[in-house]
């Protein structure tokens, strides 16, 4: 598979394996099938897994705990996750260090090699802040700057992660700004669909400026992680699992009619296509996969092995969706 560098990480395979579809997020599926596609991604070259406490309440933690009882293959490395919310200032070392304590017991690890803050960063002032998962959901930038931050330089300074990150679908001009401060994230996790678009987790208006956070982290030395690829499934040849119909996956899974056409014409399966797509994008180190067994780690691989799409049909494929 091929080798991409991860900003200041260095060398990482071109697919990551995320931890949503393991976790139960994007279907049924079973532990054993789980354990046995972490296996499966690693043996076809993958060399990253993205955890996260929140996939399945732990459940896609304790699958890679059982897959290698606490002895991760040579080259690979783990990710994990904190969902800070608006957590009070004063409890926020508390509540990160309780999150890695938890997701090392489960992997079994002693370290984790990338511990992204799982909350969207928003100024302080923005109207996503009075959103009604911001509680939840939501941290203030400057509660980032003069908090999160200095603990994420703590724990790195003890050894118990390896680099910190940001999820980038918070407010896009707080990310970019971010990315833009020193100390910079070592990565960060960015939106990478010819959509542009992160459905149900978008919590404010206007443009999601992705290709902007991009190509900002590149110029500054900041690795990347293209994450929503197939968009929850709105860009697979079918949402597998039941959804309202006025909920966001539905509503841009019926924009992609167009998409579903191409697809179609070129031979292609919509999911792998979305895959081979975010693999060209300009300035994306590694692409996130949503996958839940083996038939789709299978499928995903194969698209990786046959390159990137020509730019001719990048723009057929942009100019498909209405």
């Known amino acids: 598979m091929e080798q991409r560098t991860l900003g200041p990480l260095g060398p990482v395979s071109a697919l990551t394996l995320g931890g949503g579809g393991l976790g139960h997020l994007w279907g049924e599926t079973t532990r054993a099938e789980c354990v046995a596609t972490v296996k499966a991604a690693v043996d076809a070259g993958i060399t990253l897994l993205d955890m996260a406490p929140r996939y399945g309440d732990g459940e896609a933690e304790t699958v890679i705990g059982e897959a290698f009882?606490?002895?991760?293959?040579?080259?690979?490395r783990v990710t994990t996750k904190c969902l800070l919310g608006g957590t009070p200032?004063?409890?926020?070392?508390?509540?990160?260090?309780?999150?890695?304590?938890?997701?090392?017991?489960l992997?079994?690890?002693e370290r984790v090699d990338l511990f992204f803050l799982h909350s969207n960063v928003a100024p302080d002032d923005h109207p996503m802040r009075a959103h009604p998962d911001a509680a939840t959901r939501v941290t203030p930038l400057s509660v980032f700057q003069e908090t999160v931050r200095p603990v994420f330089e703590t724990l790195v300074s003890e050894g118990l992660i390896g680099a910190w990150g940001l999820t980038g679908i918070g407010q896009p001009g707080a990310i970019?700004?971010?990315?833009?401060?020193t100390p910079a994230p070592?990565?960060?996790?960015?939106?990478?669909?010819?959509?542009?678009?992160?459905g149900a987790l978008k919590f404010y208006d206007g443009p999601t400026r992705p290709r902007e956070i991009l190509a900002k982290a590149r110029a500054n030395g900041v690795g990347t992680l293209g994450i929503r690829v197939v968009q929850a499934g709105a860009l697979a040849a079918e949402i597998d699992r039941p959804l309202p119909a006025d909920h966001p996956e539905v509503r841009d899974y019926n924009r992609a009619g167009?998409?579903?056409?191409?697809?179609?014409?070129?031979?292609?399966?919509?999911?792998?296509?979305?895959?081979?797509?975010a693999l060209t994008m300009d300035n994306v180190d590694t692409v996130v996969l949503g996958i839940k067994n083996r038939q789709e780690l299978a499928?995903?691989?194969?698209?990786?092995?046959?390159?990137?799409?020509?730019?001719?049909?990048m723009r057929r494929i942009e100019a498909s969706f209405d």
């Open 69 to 76: 009882g606490g002895r991760l293959p040579a080259g690979v």
């Open 258 to 277: 167009g998409w579903r056409a191409l697809a179609a014409e070129l031979g292609e399966d919509p999911a792998d296509l979305a895959h081979r797509y």
């Open 299 to 313: 499928m995903c691989v194969a698209a990786e092995q046959r390159g990137p799409l020509d730019p001719a049909l």
């Open 186 to 198: 070592a990565a960060v996790q960015c939106i990478a669909n010819p959509i542009d678009s992160p």
């Open 176 to 181: 970019l700004q971010l990315i833009g401060e």
């Open 89 to 105: 200032p004063a409890e926020i070392e508390t509540r990160l260090r309780h999150s890695i304590a938890q997701s090392l017991a």
């Open 107 to 109: 992997m079994k690890l």
